[in-house]
Structures are given as structure tokens and as C-alpha cells.
């Protein structure tokens, strides 16, 4: 009894394990039943076989069980050589026109199409990359076949697509009609995408020439690099120039380039060389491996691309580490760089488990790279555009400052140290015009007696308001600094003595007539000065002032409130 128990034990197991390896993997596929002309097959299923050794022929290949899947899928880097399988019934009366497309056959090697009915082969066609004679089936990227169904009848296509690196494609029934319609605006999104990142390159190159920041140079490469992925990867090239196959293989290293430049952007604006010297090490290493991928993708452009989508997983799982750190230390420009790199990371995952045909076909996920890259170049624009504030602001910092080192932060004019730059540099443009200059030197009279009778307070308010007098009363020409105390000297371009008398005597004059309130106090004060024209030999304008020193004085002599001329 045990032994028969025994048995049916085996007997289940054996029969379950069948059940678990039972052609249901490789069930057999619908037919699709064409009933009218318009035909419009998007998503169906057929049956798939991968040919590992790359070298089976078509009556071999007729015998192979096919695994019954979507008419879109991914099968990552081992089925270079792979082969569909789609059947067709026109249950109509009459033959139909219908046309079958690859959109994706610009980044196969070849593209082939069998016609099978009634288990006989009535056409086969061959599309090479690399030959020109073979690619009238080709348009804007696109392989379009026409295929004539037979009348009530079953058609069996095969289509064989060899990849370079990555296999992943769709195929596509329509009419004649609904053909044109796939084929019109295939790519608008696609170059919709570029033209925007055209836009940002263009901006930072910009900035690059003018601020010669290198962050903008490298964010601009990585820009130039993602872009033309985006349009070599995705089609827009193929659309546009025609050109596919072997020709633009190596053009995929523009993968590798830009995580190069996205490292070298992120060690300059976080600046890791000087600061994070740990993170400085991580990111160099991860940079050091992808260019010593890039060089060798020069020579095995097709080994490069395989290890790349690993090195993409390592160099995300960097950055998004050296990121995560800047954020712990409160690096300003963090929080932007990891919901930018963060997008770029999440896609680009899909992505990477896309090709390796880990993930199911998908428009997010075939094209995960060319969206995270358009998000993170987005986002990355804020950060640039934060940069350019940041540095605005110093800018702006660093003015206030040389305005408050060359302003008297009482009477907010110019100080003497200021004075004595801005009228050099005023006399050389004098001499190369030879144009004549003049100097006045104006002192408030008896300002001792101010502060011993009203106070210091009053005394400063007496300098402002003599200060605001003589600057508003100036021309916008002239060169108007408190040089110390209570005295002011004004330097005067283009001007002769005699005008520059004239000038200094309305000021002293609208001094002598105004009064300052302060204080319930009614104040009045006068001015004495000292004028002197340099001499246009020499402009000498450290001799201009003793002279114009020495009239002032002679002013104070002969009674204040007076101007008096060098000379006289």
C-alpha cells in the first residue's frame, strides 16, 4: 500500500511539474482577424523566439515554439538575433493592402520580413543599415513594409531584427491610411524636447563667454551630450538626415559624455575639491571609470555600451550618496540638485531595467533617459539661475562696499582717499583733451564756535546741510568730497579759474542765505573758499591745492565769508 501511495505521490509531481513547464510559455497565439480595410493593430499579441546562436535559418526557425508575448517588448543585451511571429486572417472577399511598422528599426543592425501562406513563402525582404540598396523600405526612421493579404486566407509574417547592443522594438498593422497618420508627427515630441535643451545650451554657452564660470561651460556639455542622444536615441536624427545603421553606433558614447559633464558640473558647484574632499574622491572615481568606458567605446563601441548601463547604476547610486551628503551639511544648492538628479535617477532606472529588458515595454520606460534628462536639465536651470543670483548678490555686496569705503558716512559724499583717485584719473582725461581744470577748497566758518554754542549734534547737522548745499548746487560734472573736518573740495573739469569763482561764490552766497533749523535753534553759518585753476602744463594737482589752500586762507584773513582766487 505504500508503495502504491508512493507512486501517485510521484505520478502528482510529475504531473505538475508538466503543468509548470507545459507549453503554456509558449502557448499558441491568437490569430488577428482582418475583417475590412480599416486596420489599425496597435496592440496585440504575437509570438517571439531568440536565435542565440545568430545563425538559423528560416526553415529552421519555422520549427521553433514561439513565446506568446505583446507586440512591443524589450529583451535586453542577450537577443541580438530575434524573431517574430504575427498571424493574419483576411476574412474578406477581396486582397487587402495593409502595412506592417517597425518605428524603432533605426537603431537595428537589419530588419527582415517573411511571408508565409499555406505554409509556402511568397516574399522576403532584407533591409540593411549599412546598404543603401536595401532601404527603400526605410522612412524617417521607420521600416514600412506593404503586404498584400490574400483573400480569405492565412498569412504567417516572420520578421528577423538583428540589434547592435540592445534588443527592444514594436510592430505595427495599419491601413493605408491610418499608415500616414502613424507616420505624421511621429517625432514632435521628440523634437519639441531637443529644442528646448537647444535653448539652455545656447543660454549657458552665453553665460559661459561672459562670465567665464566653468559651470556653465560643463553644464552646457552636458547638455549638448543629453540632446543629441535624445535625438540620435529617440529617432529625431534618423527623421531628419536619413541616417541609421553602423554609421551612428558610435555616436551612442554622447551617453557616456554626459555623466562625465554632469560630474564635473556637480565637483564645481559644490565645490569638493576644497571642501569635501571624501565626496571629491567618490565622484573622481566614478568619472575615471566612465572615461576610461568612453575611450574604450572608441575602439569597442558595442562592449562600451553594455557596460555602460551598469556604470549608469553605479554612477547614479554616487551621486545620489554625494548629494544626499551636501544635504546633510546644508549646502545651499543641494535640495535643487537632488529633486533634479533625483528625477534624472528615478527614469533613467526604468530605463536601465528597459534595456536589459527587466521591464515591460512602455513609453515611460523606453524613453526614461531622454525624460530624466529633460527634467533634471530643468531643474538644473533653477540651480544655474540661483548661481547667477548668488553671484549678483556678491556683486552686488562688493559695490556697496567700495561705495562705503569711498563715501563719508556722514555727508554721503565722496572721502578724501576717493577724492584723490577720481581726480587723477579726471585730470588724465584734462591733459589728452587738453582741457582746462580748476579746485576749490571751502571750510565753514568759525565752526568751533558752532559746537562750543549749539553742540557736536548741531555741528554735524551744520556739515550735512553745507555738504547738500554745495553738491546740489554743483554740476553733475564736478568732483564734490568732504576732505576732512568742516572743509570740502570740489574739483572742477573743463572749467577756467574765473567760472570756477563764480561758481564757488553762488554756492557761498545760498549758504549765507539759508538758515538751519535745529533744535527750536535757528542756525546760520558762512563758508570761506579758495579757488585755483592747474595749471595745464603739468596737471599738478597737488600744487593746484596749495594754492587753492593758501587763497583760503587768505580768505580767512581778510574776514571770512568770501571767496577768494589764487593769484590775486
Known amino acids: 500500500m505504500a508503495s502504491i501511495h508512493f507512486n501517485t505521490l510521484i505520478f502528482c509531481l510529475i504531473v505538475l511539474l508538466m503543468s509548470l513547464y507545459s507549453p503554456a510559455t509558449f502557448a499558441a497565439f491568437p490569430t488577428q482577424i482582418i475583417e475590412n480595410e480599416d486596420v489599425q493593430l496597435e496592440q496585440f499579441e504575437m509570438g517571439y523566439f531568440i536565435d542565440k546562436s545568430q545563425t538559423m535559418s528560416f526553415e529552421s526557425i519555422k520549427q521553433q515554439e514561439f513565446k506568446l508575448t505583446p507586440n512591443a517588448l524589450s529583451l535586453g543585451t542577450e537577443a541580438k538575433t530575434t524573431w517574430s511571429k504575427i498571424a493574419l486572417h483576411n476574412t474578406t472577399k477581396s486582397a487587402l493592402k495593409i502595412y506592417l511598422h517597425h518605428p524603432y528599426a533605426y537603431h537595428n543592425r537589419a530588419v527582415e520580413l517573411y511571408e508565409v501562406v499555406d505554409d509556402q513563402l511568397l516574399n522576403h525582404r532584407v533591409l540593411n543599415m549599412d546598404d543603401k540598396d536595401t532601404q527603400q523600405w526605410m522612412y524617417r526612421g521607420s521600416a514600412v513594409f506593404e503586404i498584400t493579404l490574400s483573400p480569405d486566407k492565412q498569412t504567417t509574417l516572420f520578421v528577423k531584427g538583428v540589434a547592435f547592443s540592445h534588443q527592444w522594438f514594436a510592430l505595427n498593422l495599419y491601413s493605408e491610411e491610418n499608415s500616414k497618420r502613424a507616420l505624421l508627427g511621429q517625432y514632435t515630441n521628440i523634437a519639441l524636447a531637443v529644442g528646448m535643451i537647444l535653448a539652455l545650451i545656447i543660454y549657458?554657452?552665453?553665460?559661459?563667454?561672459?562670465?567665464?564660470?566653468?559651470?556653465?561651460?560643463?553644464?552646457?556639455?552636458?547638455?549638448?551630450?543629453?540632446?543629441?542622444?535624445?535625438?540620435?536615441?529617440?529617432?529625431?536624427?534618423?527623421?531628419?538626415?536619413?541616417?541609421?545603421?553602423?554609421?551612428?553606433?558610435?555616436?551612442?558614447?554622447?551617453?557616456?559624455?554626459?555623466?562625465?559633464?554632469?560630474?564635473?558640473?556637480?565637483?564645481?558647484?559644490?565645490?569638493?575639491?576644497?571642501?569635501?574632499?571624501?565626496?571629491?574622491?567618490?565622484?573622481?572615481?566614478?568619472?575615471?571609470?566612465?572615461?576610461?568606458?568612453?575611450?574604450?567605446?572608441?575602439?569597442?563601441?558595442?562592449?562600451?555600451?553594455?557596460?555602460?548601463?551598469?556604470?549608469?547604476?553605479?554612477?547614479?547610486?554616487?551621486?545620489?550618496?554625494?548629494?544626499?551628503?551636501?544635504?546633510?551639511?546644508?549646502?545651499?544648492?543641494?535640495?535643487?540638485?537632488?529633486?533634479?538628479?533625483?528625477?534624472?535617477?528615478?527614469?533613467?532606472?526604468?530605463?536601465?531595467?528597459?534595456?536589459?529588458?527587466?521591464?515591460?515595454?512602455?513609453?515611460?520606460?523606453?524613453?526614461?533617459?531622454?525624460?530624466?534628462?529633460?527634467?533634471?536639465?530643468?531643474?538644473?536651470?533653477?540651480?544655474?539661475?540661483?548661481?547667477?543670483?548668488?553671484?549678483?548678490?556678491?556683486?552686488?555686496?562688493?559695490?556697496?562696499?567700495?561705495?562705503?569705503?569711498?563715501?563719508?558716512?556722514?555727508?554721503?559724499?565722496?572721502?578724501?582717499?576717493?577724492?584723490?583717485?577720481?581726480?587723477?584719473?579726471?585730470?588724465?582725461?584734462?591733459?589728452?583733451?587738453?582741457?582746462?581744470?580748476?579746485?576749490?577748497?571751502?571750510?565753514?566758518?568759525?565752526?568751533?564756535?558752532?559746537?562750543?554754542?549749539?553742540?557736536?549734534?548741531?555741528?554735524?547737522?551744520?556739515?550735512?546741510?553745507?555738504?547738500?548745499?554745495?553738491?546740489?548746487?554743483?554740476?553733475?560734472?564736478?568732483?564734490v568730497a568732504r576732505y576732512g573736518g568742516e572743509e570740502f573740495i570740489i574739483l572742477m573739469p573743463n572749467t577756467v579759474a574765473n567760472d570756477a569763482y563764480k561758481l564757488t561764490e553762488r554756492i557761498r552766497i545760498a549758504l549765507e542765505s539759508a538758515t538751519l533749523a535745529n533744535n527750536k535753534n535757528h542756525l546760520n553759518f558762512t563758508i570761506s573758499a579758495g579757488v585755483a585753476e592747474i595749471d595745464s602744463q603739468t596737471f599738478n594737482l597737488k600744487e593746484a591745492m596749495d594754492s587753492a589752500d593758501k587763497a583760503l586762507y587768505k580768505a580767512k584773513n581778510n574776514g571770512r565769508n568770501q571767496s577768494q582766487l589764487a593769484g590775486e
Open 204 to 479: 549657458n554657452f552665453l553665460l559661459f563667454f561672459s562670465s567665464r564660470l566653468r559651470e556653465h561651460f560643463y553644464y552646457a556639455c552636458y547638455l549638448v551630450a543629453g540632446g543629441f542622444w535624445i535625438a540620435l536615441s529617440y529617432g529625431l536624427l534618423a527623421d531628419l538626415f536619413n541616417v541609421y545603421g553602423s554609421i551612428t553606433l558610435k555616436w551612442h558614447l554622447s551617453l557616456v559624455a554626459m555623466p562625465i559633464f554632469l560630474l564635473l558640473f556637480m565637483i564645481n558647484i559644490f565645490e569638493t575639491q576644497k571642501k569635501y574632499p571624501i565626496e571629491h574622491w567618490a565622484l573622481l572615481s566614478i568619472l575615471t571609470l566612465l572615461i576610461v568606458d568612453f575611450i574604450y567605446g572608441l575602439f569597442d563601441i558595442v562592449t562600451a555600451l553594455q557596460y555602460s548601463s551598469t556604470l549608469a547604476a553605479i554612477m547614479m547610486a554616487v551621486s545620489l550618496c554625494v548629494t544626499f551628503s551636501m544635504l546633510i551639511r546644508k549646502q545651499p544648492i543641494a535640495p535643487f540638485f537632488l529633486l533634479g538628479h533625483g528625477l534624472f535617477v528615478f527614469f533613467s532606472a526604468l530605463a536601465v531595467f528597459f534595456y536589459k529588458g527587466k521591464a515591460e515595454f512602455s513609453y515611460i520606460n523606453s524613453h526614461g533617459v531622454g525624460i530624466g534628462i529633460l527634467l533634471e536639465a530643468l531643474v538644473l536651470s533653477l540651480i544655474v539661475a540661483y548661481r547667477i543670483r548668488i553671484l549678483e548678490n556678491l556683486k552686488a555686496t562688493q559695490a556697496d562696499l567700495q561705495v562705503l569705503a569711498s563715501t563719508d558716512p556722514l555727508t554721503q559724499l565722496f572721502n578724501r582717499r576717493h577724492f584723490s583717485h577720481a581726480a587723477n584719473q579726471l585730470l588724465k582725461q584734462a591733459r589728452i583733451a587738453q582741457q582746462p581744470s580748476s579746485v576749490a577748497i571751502i571750510d565753514i566758518d568759525l565752526f568751533k564756535k558752532i559746537n562750543d554754542t549749539y553742540g557736536h549734534a548741531s555741528g554735524d547737522e551744520s556739515i550735512k546741510h553745507a555738504a547738500n548745499m554745495i553738491k546740489g548746487l554743483s554740476r553733475h560734472q564736478d568732483l
